[in-house]
């Protein structure tokens, strides 16, 4: 613990930093955005596979211009996740039917589906809070009902599929192509939950460190091993580090770390990585913060003399909270034509990221 303590505090002070300035900044909404397509790139990559920020985006947008992949598919899946939790009140991911709604996202296709298991009844995408920087973080007395709606229809949906099947595997197995029979992620889940019990007395970013080691360590779940990120994420939120729609992005700090650190097989050597990646995330987000501040400073100087009926203070605010735009997307978000979205972008003096003829997009960097 004497080797944790002054890191952990470190991380916590940078963590606090880091949510006072955007809690106040006119370009909050729009950073909380861009993080989240940034840290489920960074899951991904994490995990071992690439996913290029441009393709999510524009994947997120349903403007794809190729097929998406697999690990494309998957990093939507943690981009709406990571939405879906920060738009929830801060301790619904890890109550109970929060967790049981979490794991009812199947990635074993490349698609979310529905696991088969009764925990699992509830896996619809986007269920409750709404996703996107839109989202009130509980602040509206509706998502205490809507939240009470969706425990209804998850022990309903449960029960009934529950009653359908002969025993406790259930009447339909599992494809052993696909899952490791042996595998008992109600069990894993059971003991992953002791952990977090074990360390509720310890300070809020020892118990996300702890908690996201053991979940790594117990291998909870067998096609959603980002999640246990997302959750130590959501212990810092309910602790009150982060607060508003602000989900720490865990991936973009351990991406800095290297890997055979975050897999040490000693645990302090562990601990002390994901800590280290903890502080990365937050001098990495005070960064991307200033960045995208003197970027909106520098555009609105282009709003002087404009109409006050103008679409390019919508514009801009598209541009923040996206790493890119296309066409596409600001002619849906403006409702504007295609043309004139180009007349758009040539008045802003955005950059062109691809530099391609046949598709383009623009950004602020």
């Known amino acids: 613990m004497s080797a944790l303590m002054r890191p952990s505090f470190d991380a916590g002070i940078a963590l606090a930093r880091l949510d006072e300035r955007v809690a106040r900044s006119p370009v909050g909404a729009g950073w909380i955005e861009r993080m989240h397509f940034a840290d489920a790139c960074a899951s991904l990559w994490i995990d071992g596979e690439l996913v290029h920020l441009e393709d999510l985006v524009l994947h997120d947008a349903t403007k794809d211009i190729r097929t998406p992949t ?36 199947g990635l074993a296709a490349g698609v979310s589906t529905m696991v088969q298991d009764a925990d699992g009844a509830l896996g619809v995408d986007e269920t409750g809070g709404g996703e996107g920087p839109d989202g009130d973080d509980g602040a509206s007395p509706l998502d205490a009902e809507f939240a009470a709606i969706d425990a209804l229809l998850a022990r309903s949906d449960s029960a009934i599929e529950q009653a359908k099947k002969p025993g406790r595997a259930g009447g339909r197995e599992k494809d052993p192509l696909v899952y490791d029979l042996d595998w008992d992620e109600d069990e894993r889940l059971d003991e992953w939950r002791g952990v977090l019990r074990q360390s509720q007395d310890l300070p ?33 939120r309910q602790a009150g580090l982060t607060t508003a729609v602000h989900l720490a992005a865990f991936n973009l700090g351990l991406k800095t770390i290297p890997v055979d650190r975050r897999r040490h097989r000693h645990r302090e050597t562990r601990l002390l990585a994901i800590l280290g990646g903890i502080v990365a ?79 383009r997009a623009w950004g602020v960097i």
């Open 70 to 105: 697999h690990e494309l598919t998957i990093a939507r899946d943690v981009l709406r996740t990571r939405r879906r939790i920060a738009s929830q009140p801060s301790g619904w991911a890890l109550s109970p039917d929060g967790l049981r709604s979490l794991r009812g996202h």
């Open 204 to 236: 809020a970013v020892l118990q996300a460190v702890v908690a996201l080691d053991a979940w790594n360590d117990l291998s909870v779940l067998q096609h959603t091993p980002w999640l246990g990120r997302l959750l130590a994420a959501s212990i810092l």
């Open 281 to 359: 995330a937050a001098e990495l987000g005070l960064k991307e913060h200033d960045r995208l501040a003197l970027a909106r400073k520098m555009m609105e100087r282009r709003l002087i003399g404009r109409r006050t009926s103008s679409k390019l203070p919508e514009l801009i605010e598209l541009v923040i909270s996206r790493p890119l735009v296309s066409t596409g997307m600001i002619a849906k978000e403006l409702a504007v034509t295609p043309r004139a979205a180009l007349r758009l972008v040539e008045e802003l003096g955005l950059r062109e990221m691809t530099g391609r003829g046949r598709f």
